[in-house]
């Protein structure tokens, strides 16, 4: 595919996700595919799309950043979530050709076992809830510094005697200028829909269009990130808020996930971001100051990469990720 049908399919998708969000504004399910999937990219907010990783687990959040992965890395991702559940995920990448680089991964989130009870309150057993998804995804490196990318994604969740089938594709374009130290992200995500519901009704996807933005400042070593989220979704009841809909100021940062990473030479960085939406609506529910905020470190020996990252996803308690990945080659 060359330059140019890339930009035209990248048109045609961001456009069918404007129309899909247009006429599915309330509620969607599968949800879990917003939690962040690399250790490094939650560290930076959990939405980070720009950020110049060599990190298979990219994979899931930006398919045009796949070029950067290295030929045959092996990325594991573990995350602690609420009490009780787990969540995780593995992303493998291989070269192809000078320009092309596949991905494969999966993730999923298990909410452990709980009691089945009536409307009555009788208990009738207990009963398990999943959360999982299978990607492949394609990057290309389209010039000198443009790459796009796009990872198809299976999806299918149970709860109970309840399940449901999705089918959904995430699309990417990165601009890159290593010299210059800069990278430009958009990125469609979650566009499709349900192939099996519930029930009677099918719900929407969380569709989302995000623009990231990074950059490392020429004479110091610290590279800032800056990425807008929800960019389909400016309508003010669509934003929790304790005092009714909020203010158009809040709207503006409830789309802003703000990161920085303190480069320590090659093999050491430490990470730190702030997410507004998470931060107010944390707070408002009773989870304090500094809940939006977000910590993590990194660490590069030779083949191996590992990721730790801090950040607080609900009120009951905060969440802990790792990434490990290995060269192959």
């Not at 971001?273 to 989870?287: C, D, H, P, Q």
């Amino acid at each position: 595919m060359n330059e140019k049908r890339f930009f035209i399919a990248a048109s045609l998708l961001l456009c069918c996700a404007l129309h899909l969000r247009a006429q599915n504004a309330g509620t969607s399910v599968f949800d879990f595919l917003n939690l962040p999937t690399s250790a490094h990219a939650a560290a930076l907010g959990g939405s980070n799309v720009s950020i110049p990783d060599d990190d298979a687990s990219l994979l899931f959040l930006n398919p045009a950043l796949m070029s950067n992965a290295g030929d045959q890395a092996v990325s594991l991702s573990f995350l602690t979530y609420m009490q009780g559940c787990k969540a995780g995920n593995a992303a493998w990448t291989k070269g192809h050709g000078e320009r092309g680089t596949w991905g494969i991964g999966a993730r999923f989130v298990g909410y452990g076992t709980m009691k089945e009870t009536t409307i009555e309150g009788l208990e009738q057993g207990d009963f398990s809830a999943l959360d999982m998804a299978i990607s492949g995804g394609y990057s290309y490196a389209l010039s000198e510094h443009w790459a796009g990318g796009a990872t198809g994604n299976f999806i299918y969740s149970k709860y109970g005697a309840f399940s449901s089938v999705a089918l959904a594709a995430n699309l990417g374009l990165n601009y890159f200028d290593e010299d210059n130290g800069l990278w430009f992200s958009l990125v469609g995500v979650n566009l499709g829909g349900q192939l099996k519901a519930f029930g009677d009704h099918h719900e929407a996807l969380p569709y989302d269009v995000r623009l990231g933005l990074t950059k490392q400042l020429a004479n110091a070593p610290i590279r800032f990130s800056v990425t807008m989220v929800d960019l389909l979704r400016w309508n003010p009841n669509q934003y929790y808020s304790p005092d009714g809909d909020p203010s158009s100021g809040r709207v503006l940062t409830n789309h802003l996930v703000l990161g920085a990473d303190i480069l320590l030479g090659k093999p050491l960085y430490l990470s730190v971001g702030y997410n507004f939406r998470r931060g107010y609506e944390l707070k408002a529910a009773g989870s304090g100051h500094g809940a939006g905020l977000c910590l993590g470190a990194g660490l590069n020996v030779k083949k191996l990469k590992l990721a730790f990252a801090y950040a607080k996803y609900h009120v009951s308690a905060p969440s802990f990720m790792l990434t490990a990945q290995y060269g192959l080659r």
